[in-house]
């Protein structure tokens, strides 16, 4: 399928409404797990919910405002880089769109255009551009299926502009399709949640009254015991249950609050000291009140640790089960064969990631890219299988688990190889067998054999010979009726009729008016 150009004007009602039918080159990077700006699951939850519609932000920046004055002003100079006019196309193609700055009246060239910042400069300049640049390129590039793409970031001046040009490498459109057609099968079966708002920000219990003790030798003035009633209460009333990022933020907020008090107590702790060699009730109390908030963030400090090991692993247990299941559905389909190991890193992915949203959506994309993998492998057996099958012989290809892998051409040299060597086989088989009959035969018209045999007794009339001989050449034509219309069996039309003959030797004594000759042009002419 060709690509189909449409007329609306990007940003316009019309280019919204259509951006809601097709998958949009500048959501396949955060599609392939690559964006530096948007996860996959968040994509997935846009989409889900229908706010895909609405910009994002970076595409707002990018695709509008700032983004078409600093193209507009690029434009011209990019027109004369290349020497041809550019003109922004709005295309669709296989279920994909591309919204291009520009594309060459011959279809040829693609012009894409990011504002100047220097550390995308510098990788236009080294000529290695970010997977987050790459995967928008390919889809506008298969789109519109051109040849090349202009990559240019600037602030609309000569002065500060830099480009590269970039031709679509071997194998990631293929990837690509693989990806939105998973991103699809995902996309079915996802259950919006919570986790792509923004990262929560912890609260801490309430702030507790500034504690105020004066001593000259015995306390003369203090709010210990109110104080030490209110900031029990808080303590009691802080959530140990964690299940949610904004949950894990309270409690780490609370965490280093508990360690505030502890120190705020200590400090009223020496003031009251330097005031009085000994006021036993007062340190006790102190020593309480702290005690009580030392365990209460021990307590939250090891629930915090634990809970989140317990998240992260129930998050890689769920995506290992899931790729457990999608590798067993696909061996099941290709039995007798297996799809060969493909690693599925959760583990690595997950590592580093701070709160479940993250960590959800790194499991979730290396669970889309195994999936990828195994499916674009089970493609390539399937077809291996059927070519196999097609060739026939199937008793040649026992190593049908280490055939299924090869490349096409390489299954079909291997096919073509073993088909000639075994017709050679069995052709130099049946030419032995031929001269040992050969060669049985002679010896048996040496020996007299066929003369000696005695007279047919009275019952064997003419008649039942030419009856057996009619039911002989019967049985040979139903034997060659069989097989004629199938050239790849001669082999075997060869061995029933040399079967056949050795199997008739008997019939041959008694049909004496049929010799052997006569007999074996009767097969030759068969076949």
Request: glycine content about 6%; cysteine-free.
């Given at each position: 399928m060709s690509?189909?150009?449409?007329?609306?004007?990007?940003?316009?009602?019309?280019?919204?409404?259509?951006?809601?039918?097709?998958?949009?080159?500048?959501?396949?990077?955060?599609?392939?797990?690559?964006?530096?700006?948007?996860?996959?699951?968040?994509?997935?939850?846009?989409?889900?919910?229908?706010?895909?519609?609405?910009?994002?932000?970076?595409?707002?920046?990018?695709?509008?405002?700032?983004?078409?004055?600093?193209?507009?002003?690029?434009?011209?100079?990019?027109?004369?880089?290349?020497?041809?006019?550019?003109?922004?196309?709005?295309?669709?193609?296989?279920?994909?769109?591309?919204?291009?700055?520009?594309?060459?009246?011959?279809?040829?060239?693609?012009?894409?255009?990011?504002?100047?910042?220097?550390?995308?400069?510098?990788?236009?300049?080294?000529?290695?551009?970010?997977?987050?640049?790459?995967?928008?390129l390919e889809q506008q590039l298969?789109?519109?299926?051109?040849?090349?793409?202009?990559?240019?970031?600037?602030?609309?001046?000569?002065?500060?502009?830099?480009?590269?040009?970039?031709?679509?490498?071997?194998?990631?459109?293929?990837?690509?399709?693989?990806?939105?057609?998973?991103?699809?099968?995902?996309?079915?079966?996802?259950e919006p949640t919570p986790e792509t708002d923004p990262a929560p920000i912890g609260r801490t219990p309430e702030n507790l009254p500034a504690l105020r003790i004066e001593v000259t030798g015995m306390v003369t003035n203090s709010n210990l015991a109110a104080f030490k009633e209110h900031a029990l209460a808080v303590l009691g009333s802080i959530s140990t249950e964690l299940t949610t990022d904004q949950h894990f933020a309270d409690a780490d907020k609370t965490v280093k609050w508990c360690k505030d008090v502890e120190q705020r107590l200590e400090a009223a702790k020496q003031h009251?000291?330097?005031?009085?060699?000994?006021?036993?009730?007062?340190?006790?109390?102190?020593?309480?009140?702290?005690?009580?908030?030392?365990a209460k963030r021990l307590e939250l400090d090891k629930l915090v640790k634990a809970r989140k090991e317990a998240i992260r692993l129930g998050i890689k247990t769920n995506a290992e089960a899931a790729w457990q299941r999608h590798v067993a559905a696909i061996n099941a389909r290709l039995a007798p064969v297996v799809l060969p190991g493909i690693r599925a890193d959760f583990a690595g992915v997950m590592k580093g990631k701070k709160t479940v949203a993250g960590l959800r959506d790194a499991a979730d994309t290396e669970l889309a890219r195994v999936k990828i993998e195994a499916n674009g492998l089970a493609e390539k057996v399937d077809a291996n299988l059927r070519t196999i099958r097609a060739a026939g012989h199937d008793f040649l290809f026992a190593d049908l688990q280490m055939l299924a892998v090869k490349e096409a051409d390489d299954l079909a040299a291997i096919i073509d190889n073993r088909i000639v060597q075994h017709a050679a086989a069995e052709k130099e088989r049946l030419e032995r067998d031929r001269e040992t009959f050969r060669q049985q035969e002679e010896s048996k018209a040496r020996q007299g054999v066929v003369a000696q045999q005695p007279e047919v007794e009275g019952s064997k009339s003419s008649e039942t010979q030419s009856e057996l001989l009619q039911v002989r050449r019967q049985t040979v034509s139903a034997i060659f009726a069989s097989t004629v219309n199938r050239p790849t069996d001669r082999?075997?039309?060869?061995?029933?009729?040399?079967a056949f003959r050795v199997h008739e030797s008997k019939v041959i004594e008694w049909l004496t008016d049929v010799d052997l000759e006569t007999i074996s042009q009767e097969l030759e002419a068969a076949f």
């Open positions: 690509m189909i150009i449409h007329d609306v004007v990007q940003g316009s009602d019309a280019w919204h409404a259509l951006r809601a039918n097709f998958h949009p080159a500048s959501e396949a990077p955060a599609m392939m797990g690559a964006s530096k700006q948007l996860r996959r699951t968040e994509l997935l939850q846009a989409k889900k919910t229908g706010l895909d519609r609405d910009v994002h932000w970076w595409v707002q920046k990018h695709l509008f405002d700032r983004g078409h004055e600093v193209e507009a002003l690029a434009r011209p100079i990019v027109e004369r880089i290349i020497g041809e006019d550019l003109y922004p196309v709005v295309g669709t193609r296989d279920g994909l769109l591309a919204s291009m700055d520009g594309l060459t009246m011959l279809g040829d060239v693609v012009f894409e255009h990011k504002l100047w910042n220097d550390e995308l400069a510098e990788q236009v300049r080294a000529g290695d551009l970010d997977p987050h640049y790459y995967w928008q298969y789109v519109a299926e051109a040849k090349r793409a202009i990559f240019v970031v600037s602030d609309g001046t000569e002065e500060n502009m830099a480009y590269l040009w970039y031709e679509p490498v071997p194998g990631r459109a293929k990837q690509l399709l693989d990806s939105w057609k998973q991103f699809e099968a995902d996309l079915a079966v996802f009251a000291l330097s005031q009085t060699a000994s006021i036993d009730e007062l340190f006790r109390t102190l020593d309480a009140i702290a005690e009580e908030t030392r082999q075997i039309i060869e061995t029933l009729a040399l």
